[in-house]
């Protein structure tokens, strides 16, 4: 009997590590978080998951099939998993009392074997839980994993569902799915789109770090506020690190009819509001700004003061790593920050790593954004869909 151990970072990688290695039938009989010696002999060492598995030990698999992300979805019957037998008892051991007396050496090796299955499912009963939960639930831990759903968050989820129901309860994927989804809904606020009023003037700012999307969101609300709600809209930039920026608005401006200002400094930001003031929305496109340069975001946070912003929305790729928007959106914060754009919804695999960031950066979403077509590819954001969209129950199609 082959008994083999896996270590990765997260739950999802050992997953998928038992796969590869041993095929969709292998039985996974243990897990628990481990970490690594300590570093420098003072600080801990990193945590990683570790998993134990065998082809050779009859149990059924709890690893997802290969079709897993197919199915398990509203409406979708899902993929079901047999209730966890004791395992099957390796075939020398069957046979020992019927065959002649082995080798010492044979002996010797069968009995180690035999001692290191022991402890294995002795270490497996002191396991931080996941091997304890009922099928039903480990096919939804699972489920949630592989929508890239943190595994602490998972957990989480998955706990407060056993609490809730009971019995035959969990017997309804349907129903626990829909559970999940309307938790994860719940842990997400919105704040809307820009309210503007006719003859007041309202201004609000794109900000964020390079490459997110800023000046083609700027555009998007733009023509949409322009063409579809008949409001008086004018665009200012202060984005002029990269000529290509200020041209590529300037020919949107010249497209949809809007006034347009150019601004390098902030007393020229003050004038630029100031002629601005009969309208009734004043975009604001700024210079993307890595979150590390403290210079430029102070700099950044003048323009802004100068500009009398009502609104600064963070605009953030939903891309990027779950640390890295993390700490993006805590730096931005020191410049006010007031909502939270994602764009890129279409390139995203999966947007299971936004949820931490929605957690602890504690700002509303207003727009998300899927491709580059303007005025299309942009909506006001809706908890409802954006639960369904992080769990794959809904495609990120923006309309």
Known sequence: MELRT????????????????????AAVLHTREVRSGRLLG????????????????????????????????FGDEPATYSRPQPATPPRWMQSLSESPPPPAGAVHDQLEELRNLVQDLCRRSRGHGLSEMPEELFHLFTWLIDADVHEDLARELVERVRQEYRGAELKDPVMLQARIARMIEAELHVSGPIQTTPGRRRVAALVGPTGVGKTTTIAKLAANFRL????????????????????????????????????????????????????????MDTAGRSPKDEVRLQELKAFLSEAGADEVHLVLSSIGSTRTLEQTAQRFAA?????????????????????????????????????????????????????????GLETAEVR
């Open 6 to 25: 896996f270590r990765a970072s997260t739950m999802h990688e050992a997953l998928a590590l038992v796969r590869r290695e041993l095929g969709p039938d």
């Open 42 to 73: 003072i600080l801990p060492g990193r945590l990683h998951i570790e998993v134990t598995a065998s082809r050779g030990v009859h149990v059924p698999s709890r690893l997802p099939p290969p079709d897993h992300r197919e199915t398990g979805r």
């Open 228 to 283: 579809k709600e008949k409001r008086r809209v004018g665009l200012i930039t202060v984005d002029t690190y990269r000529i290509a920026a200020v041209e590529q608005l300037r020919t949107y401006a010249e497209i949809i009819d809007l006034p347009m200002q150019v601004v390098s400094t902030p007393r020229e930001m003050r004038e630029a509001v100031r002629r601005m003031a009969g309208l009734d929305l004043v975009l």
């Open 335 to 391: 410049v006010g920050t007031t909502a939270l754009i994602l764009t890129k919804l279409d390139e995203a695999s999966s947007l299971g790593s936004v949820l931490p960031v929605l957690r602890s950066c504690k700002l509303p979403l207003s727009y998300l954004t899927n491709g580059q077509n303007v005025p299309d590819d942009i909506e006001i954001a809706k908890p409802a869909k954006l639960a369904k969209m992080v769990l």
